[in-house]
Nanobody, 115 residues
Framework: QVQLVESGGGLVQPGGSLRLSCAAS????????MGWYRQAPGKERELVAV???????VYADSVKGRFSVSRDNAKNTVYLQMNSLKPEDKAVYYC?????????WGQGTQVTVSS
């Protein structure tokens, strides 16, 4: 069993930055895939950025060069640094964990980009 708790969402102006954090507890291993998905109103949930073994990363094309995923295995925490935010980045951001047997999701944190 894995529990994921996100924090760090909020309201930011276009061009601003936010950092999301996801604290994981339970059966966490360094080789597990962890990262972030998001869901905008009326749209399906989509991958933002995921990281495996703290080395291999995958980013959505829409966030490449602006977002960065990182992980602190000692703290079982994954981060998403979001820079140059755009109005289209507005969504609920969900922490993601996949240890190979099943996928776990956090409760989500709202990110709103608006002037």
């Amino acid at each position: 069993q894995v529990q994921l708790v996100e924090s760090g969402g909020g309201l930011v102006q276009p061009g601003g930055s936010l950092r999301l954090s996801c604290a994981a507890s339970g059966s966490i291993f360094s080789g597990d895939v962890m990262g972030w998905y998001r869901q905008a109103p009326g749209k399906e949930r989509e991958l933002v950025a995921v990281m495996s073994s703290g080395v291999s990363t995958v980013y959505a094309d829409s966030v490449k060069g602006r977002f960065s995923v990182s992980r602190d295995n000692a703290k079982n925490t994954v981060y998403l640094q979001m820079n140059s935010l755009k109005p289209e980045d507005k969504a609920v951001y969900y922490c993601y964990h996949n240890g190979g047997l099943r996928v776990y999701w956090g409760q989500g944190t709202q990110v709103t980009v608006s002037s």
